[in-house]
């Protein structure tokens, strides 16, 4: 019956275009237009956070934490709220991960505190004696790179538009603001930190890994 | 018996007995029901594997091509008409049918929503949550709260809500000597009761001493003359005045909702509220459950 359409593969192959295309049309563009716009509140990372969200990329934390609550009962009562895509609008790149070998972190910062984190980190399983989860103790040591970070929230600035400098947002500002303003944040979450080292460095003007990381985890509400 | 069917048997033959010397040399256990299992599946894979190779081994030397071709030739390649199996062209009509209800009746226009079915199921859960957990008896609240406990609390608090050796507030008892002290030194406007801030300051030196040990105590024997001050809001008996303010002589229910709620930052750390993360009925479960907690250490 449809011989003669086998006879000619280049119309064959629009029509076949043509039908996927029409499915993309209809199921991802709308998604596009409306869910990924950022939700209502949602601000920039500061550079602090950035730079703690490199920490998280760097050591691999996704390989076994997910960032995406899916709207299943059994989750939404752990976790928190399912997550919205338009949460993730100011993620480059969002770092959903596909692997829970520990739990969720999407809403961490909804029920975990910067004094937990730096047991946590620290020695997992002085807190949660089952943790399978290694200690992180170089990150009390190594200085977050805040430059790097700055520089990536200029670009995303500057190509993405992402509303850095806006009126009741993330200000940005310059090299020297944004340094000042994440040792500013820095010192405000040392404060609730009890390791000495930590405090010693961020009393330097220098911003331990650490820091950094739990500003990005607190972040994450 | 031809030629190919004496090949595929001794081949089956072979590999049965490689399965069973390789079970005799590790010296596996086949009293265990999973090993015998395993070598019997094993087995049976190498009957199946020289069955079926007999078979279509066979036909491809024997078979001959027949019927009727279609009209057309691809290169002078013919195609035989082969009529759809009568079952698996009825499946595709019933497919056929079933996405035209879907479509029309079932979800109409796609209406199926993830977010939907998921609101639909937490609506259910919670009617069936509020009818069951009406009115709970203390069993049934002890054994909710620490069901609670262990999934909300135990992170930080510890599995024996012991705070994990000052890593968090330890609540096996109600207070400790250091956390009174930090209190009387920083007041406390955390927790939303009705009395409002206690400013800070109100004893000092060897008064704030003296009442910082009474209470962590248990505020047993006589309470040093300063401890008048704190009376005045949390009471003589160190209650909290009905819920007026937070009880210091023991945890109850308005204590644990006032800091499951608002959260707190004390001398140790700081704990996130819980309130939207709660039900009442599992707020009091949790109150339930630390009293339980008091005096078992």
Redesign the interface.
Known sequence: MF?WLEKNPFFFAVGVFVVIAFAGLIEILPNFAEASRPVAGLKPYTVLQLAGKEVYKKDNCIACHSQLIR???SE?D?Y?Q?SLSGEYAYDRPFLWGSKRTGPDLHRVG???????HE?HMWDPT????QSIMPAYKHMFKNIADIDTAYAEAVTVKAVFKTPYDAPNGTPLGTVDEARAAALEEAKAITA?MKNQDVKDAVAAGKIPEIVALIAYLNRLK | MNSLMIKALAFAVVLILATVAVVKGMNIDLSDPVNMLTMIGAIAIAIITAGVTTKYIGQMKSDKSSGELVG?RWDGIGEYKNELPSGWAYSFLGVIIWALWYWMVGYPVNAYS??G??NE??KA?NAKFEATFANPDQATLTSMGESVFL??CA??H??TADG?SG??HNLTSRISKEQVLATIQKGSNQLGYAMGAMPPMLAQGADAEAVATYIAGGMKGTAPAIYSTCAACHGADGKGNNGAAPNLAAYDDTLVTHVLENGKKGS?????S?K??LTPVQEKALSTYIQTLQGAK
């Open positions: 011989h709207p299943f009962k939404t752990r928190g399912y909804n029920y975990r505190t910067t004094d937990w047991n002085s807190v949660v004696p609730d | 057309d993830q977010i079915e998921y199921e937490t859960y999934v909300q992170p930080c510890g599995e994990l890593k968090a140790i750390g700081t704990m996130p819980f939207t993360r």
